[in-house]
């Protein structure tokens, strides 16, 4: 079934941690974003990947990083995770060019940190 | 500043019909999207305009004026699968979106 698969689909782990959400699509699509989702708050870009082999910074960037090494996978990394990075992360991709911008989201990763 | 305005809440009866309103403040204009999510789940596209005017789809229709920055979603013959957060983006000079923080639709009975 083609789509977007994030990795995990919840998760706990402790201030000060390392981790990394997982995220792969099977569309060929050439952009890739990510997002994260407060309550009260709309969604907001933390990074995308117009292509692979390149990354570009959103509305919300620090503490996070990103690679693009290919096509299929974008995955996030959180270096040194704090409490404020307590959140619902939207993994996205669009077919670059077309006009209307639409976007296929992931299932989304539920991230706690203590 | 880019802003994006919508309720935060609506409720509305089964079979009845609903319109959600958003505003919106982007520099430059690529676009009106609505996508709807419900609770738990990732947001799924429903509309798009980037002309004046009303685009119809079935039981969702979606309107924009782009003079007054201004664009809303009607849903009719509401059904209880309906209840959901209803977001509306708008596309800036760069292609991003932009988004409001949801509505949430309460359907009652």
């Known amino acids: 079934i083609a789509g977007i698969t994030q990795a995990p689909t919840s998760q706990i782990l402790a201030a000060g941690r390392r981790m990394t959400l997982r995220c792969t699509q099977d569309?060929?699509?050439?952009?890739m974003y990510w997002y994260r989702q407060d309550l009260g708050l709309g969604l907001r870009l933390i990074h995308y990947?117009?292509?692979?082999?390149?990354?570009g910074k959103g509305e919300v960037p620090d503490g996070y990083s990103v690679s693009r090494a290919n096509t299929d996978d974008f995955p996030l990394t959180l270096a040194s995770a704090v409490p404020s990075q307590t959140s619902v992360y939207f993994c996205?991709?669009?077919?670059?060019?077309?006009?209307?911008?639409?976007?296929?989201f992931g299932a989304g990763s539920r991230l706690t940190v203590l | 500043g880019q802003n994006i305005d919508q309720p935060t809440e609506m409720t509305a009866t089964e079979g009845a019909i609903v319109q959600i309103n958003c505003t919106y403040q982007t520099s430059g204009f690529n676009g009106l999207f609505w996508y709807q999510q419900h609770a738990g789940e990732a947001p799924t596209f429903l509309s798009y305009n980037v002309l004046d005017g009303l685009e119809e789809k079935g039981r969702f229709s979606s309107f924009l004026s782009r003079s007054k920055g201004y664009s809303y979603l009607l849903l009719k013959e509401l059904q209880m699968k309906d209840s959901a957060s209803y977001l509306c983006?708008?596309?800036?000079?760069?292609?991003?979106?932009?988004w409001g923080a949801g509505t949430k639709l309460i359907i009652k009975p």
């Open positions: 983006a708008a596309g800036d000079s760069n292609y991003q979106l932009i």
């Open positions: 569309m060929r699509h050439n952009a």
């Open positions: 990947s117009n292509t692979a082999g390149t990354t």
């Open positions: 996205a991709s669009r077919e670059q060019g077309s006009g209307a911008n639409v976007l296929t």
